[in-house]
């Protein structure tokens, strides 16, 4: 069964079990209240957008309004904002005025029926045009945004504001250590049937331009969650690394920073229905690309992979689907590893997301102290204002790029989606087909082969107290490898007590024990 992507679906209450009941009744109660909240909005608020005539050669039919409003004046609205309010304008061209009503039934909101922290203060509203075909995010290249306007907050509110800009692709750090690589893969255009490139950011060695005949071994650096090949702004940009890095002290080693655009969000770098083969372009296009252009020696045997959180992920899964093309992985806090322990879910068995199996809701992120701070629903819900389907299917959030890589294709040309965005229903058909990406079950099935092609090439990092409950699955994880024969796994798992999410992530760790690796 596939949930219908705009508006909620009907549950009956079918089973018998007290706490099974209890979670239909809260299903019920959550799906009519939305119906509520959308049509009897306490707030009568009325935001007319335009595109600025400057814009108008730049604006793309079929994308996603989203109205920002914070009463935060350090940032912009659409980078953080307390309240966010999406809807995927019907057959609009650009050339005219459209209106945002939060009293129509056919948009989403997240933080308008929450108390607000400032109701006295003067709130900041912004408007973002999510139309970039090739990129899930908000904030990105291609997109449009506008003007801010500041207001009093009032039940009652008309305002106008104009998308007068449009986002422009942020440039990589001119120095000579730093490169830029692009190229148009010929896989993902023939799977998408546009031109697509890949890009990736490399940091050469101090000492490259000094050793003309020397090659050096060789890191692919997989970024966090949506993360870009500009990452190495950041890392080279910060005085203490740089400093390092050019010391003379630091390890030679070809640092690459990969990216992770997709048009339904971060791909993984993983072969899937939705994405196409990106773990194919990567092996077979741009990483070649890359160690053609800078002495790199496959012969060698140092092609190495590291990443935090879902770079954490994503650096595990390469060396284990790619187990004779990378030659080790340094994995830090990784997106969960086994899909039984999905955070707190299991995603073969239980019925929703939404609530665990006492009927509590679902805890989606935590403190280090374990106070739970954001549930799944809440996280679904603000996925589902940003995706122009009006729901979490292509969100560009986490779970839209999750369906995204691990699911199939729906009917529809879209992903499939795993569990109902209203009532966090799982749908088991769906989710049994996430099993081939499950990578405690890939190394389960498959250790006879892949075993002794993995021995001294696995080191995992993780926090004990994950912010997201990450180290549940990776404690199964390492529980299953323990057992292992014929091999006996090597692989290396440690975790710090008391830890959150991506605590001890470090370049400058990692480049030291790849290092150590190669001497």
Known sequence: MRYNKTFPQKHGLTTITPSALYRQVLTLLFTLSLSVVLADSPYQWKIKVSVSPEMQKAYLKGGRLLLHVTSQREREPRNRSEITIGITPENWDGTRAIVIDTRARNLRTSGLDKPLEKPDAKYC???????????????????????????QLSKKLSLSLTLTTLIQPVPVMDHKLVKLVTIQSKLLTAFRGRPSQLKAAVLLPSGYYDNPAKTYPICYRIPGL??????????FGNKEFADWWLSGQAPQVIYVFLDSQGPYGDTYQVDSENNGPCGRALTEELIPEIERQFRYNPASKKRFLTGNSTGGWVSLGLQIFYPDFFDGTWSYSPDPVDFEHYGLINIYSDKTIFYNRYGYLQPGRRTTNGEPTFSMKDWIANENVAGRTNNYLISGGQFGA???????????????????????EIDHAIAQQWEKYDLKKVLERNWPTLGPKLQGKIWIWMGDMDGLYSNVATRYLEKMLSKTENPKSDAKIRFTAMAGHGQEWSDKAVLTMIAEKTK
């Open 402 to 424: 999750y369906n995204a890589v691990f699911g199939p294709k729906g009917a529809d040309g879209l992903p499939s989606l795993m569990f109902n965005p209203d009532t966090g």
């Open 226 to 235: 949506n993360g870009r090949y500009t990452a190495v702004n950041t890392v």
């Open 125 to 151: 509203f912004q408007v973002v045009y999510k139309q970039n075909p090739d990129d899930g995010q908000e904030n990105v290249p291609g997109n449009l945004y506008s003007n801010i306007d500041s207001v």
